[in-house]
């Protein structure tokens, strides 16, 4: 793939990642920010010392603060998916374009959201010893690396079993290594349960939820505006002339 094809895709990555964004933000609003809001009434109520002034109003935070967090994410990592993207076409089978953007946001959902967030699932405000986040936020992003580590391991591996064994031994041998490097992975990494007393467990399952919708809405919409954007650039239909009809095909004439 030239350099020119790339620059292409990457700009329709960064494209696609921010019209990602926009529909992750509807969801962030609607879903997290309120159960956000109740996380923080609780701290509130709870808490026995109060600080100074806060910088940054909840208000604009919830509104400003998180539109120009999530585009920005939107648009970054729709530039990295775009380049692995590139990488992957052509290497994990015969799928055009559009199959291809759609199978790498569902293993990215996976790899870098679904797997780590087993292990290290998010917390709203007031969930969290602040002494532990510099130490769990280490651990998230090393889970993050593994999972995608141990993804790529899995289809390299199942593609090199796939001559001996068949294709589905071959997915199956894999996808069972996939799952047993991950869980020893969980059992050996430490794990936090830090939720305040009396905090209710049902709003931080409808957060911990939220988080996980806006992640699926992210990298669903992403493959699917990348699919198109990628296979209008990589195979286009062939043009022809406005207003002319197809050419017709010539018929022999009889003496």
């Known amino acids: 793939m030239n350099s020119v094809t790339v620059r292409n895709l990457l700009v329709r990555g960064m494209l696609a990642g921010l019209a990602a964004g926009v529909l992750a933000l ?14 923080i009434a609780f701290e509130e109520a709870h808490a026995h010392e109060h600080g100074g002034e806060e910088l940054v109003t909840r208000a604009m935070q919830s509104t400003g603060g998180l539109a120009t967090g999530i ?48 292990k290290y699932p998010a917390n709203p405000p007031a969930v969290g010893d602040p002494d532990t986040l510099n130490q769990r936020t ?85 493959g699917l505006v990348f699919g198109v954007l990628a296979e209008r650039l990589l195979a286009p239909k062939p043009a022809t002339a406005e207003g002319k009809a197809p050419e017709a095909r010539a018929t022999p004439v009889a003496h």
């Open 71 to 118: 585009l920005v994410y939107g648009v970054a990592f729709g530039g990295i998916a775009a380049l692995a993207y590139c990488f992957a076409l052509g290497r994990i089978g015969r799928f055009g374009p559009r199959a291809s953007a759609l199978l790498l946001a569902a293993a990215g959902l996976f790899a870098v959201y679904v797997v780590p967030f087993l």
């Open 138 to 222: 280490a651990l998230f992003f090393l889970m993050i690396v593994l999972s995608v580590l141990l993804t790529v391991a899995a289809v390299i591996l199942g593609k090199r079993l796939a001559a001996r064994l068949g294709n589905w031994n071959a997915s199956v041998a894999a996808g069972a290594f996939f799952v047993l490097t991950v869980g020893l992975a969980y059992a050996f990494l430490p794990s936090f349960n830090e939720a305040p007393e009396g905090f209710p467990a049902t709003l931080l399952w409808q957060y911990r939820l939220a988080t996980l919708a806006i992640q699926a809405t992210l990298w669903t919409v992403y």
């Open 26 to 39: 509807v969801v962030s609003y609607f879903l997290a920010e309120p159960r956000v809001d109740e996380a």
